[in-house]
C-alpha cells in the first residue's frame, strides 16, 4: 500500500509536466514495483504516456509497449515482469 501511494504521489506531483511523467514512468517500468497495486496504477499512467505521446515514427513508445506486453504474458494475476 505504501508503494501505491508513492507511485500516486510521484505522478501528482509530476502530473504538469509531460516529459518529467515521461521520466518517471520509464524509471519505475526498469525498477521492480512489488505492489499489486502499484503495478495496476503503473500500467495506467504507461497507457497515458502512450496515449499522450501520439503516433511517431521514432519508436520511443516501445519500451512502453514491451512492458504492457510483458504485464500481459505474466503468469501472476496482477504481476508485471518488469
Known amino acids: 500500500m505504501v508503494q501505491f501511494h508513492a507511485v500516486a504521489l510521484l505522478h501528482a506531483l509530476r502530473a504538469t509536466d509531460r516529459l518529467a511523467v515521461s521520466k518517471l514512468v520509464t524509471q519505475l517500468t526498469r525498477a521492480a514495483v512489488k505492489?499489486?497495486?502499484?503495478?495496476?496504477?503503473?500500467?495506467?499512467?504507461?497507457?497515458?504516456?502512450?496515449?499522450?505521446?501520439?503516433?511517431?515514427?521514432?519508436?520511443?513508445?516501445?519500451?512502453?509497449?514491451?512492458?504492457?506486453?510483458?504485464c500481459l504474458r505474466h503468469k501472476g494475476e496482477l504481476a508485471c515482469a518488469a
Open 35 to 70: 505492489s499489486p497495486l502499484a503495478q495496476c496504477l503503473l500500467v495506467r499512467y504507461v497507457s497515458q504516456v502512450i496515449a499522450d505521446s501520439g503516433p511517431g515514427p521514432n519508436g520511443e513508445a516501445r519500451p512502453f509497449y514491451d512492458f504492457l506486453e510483458s
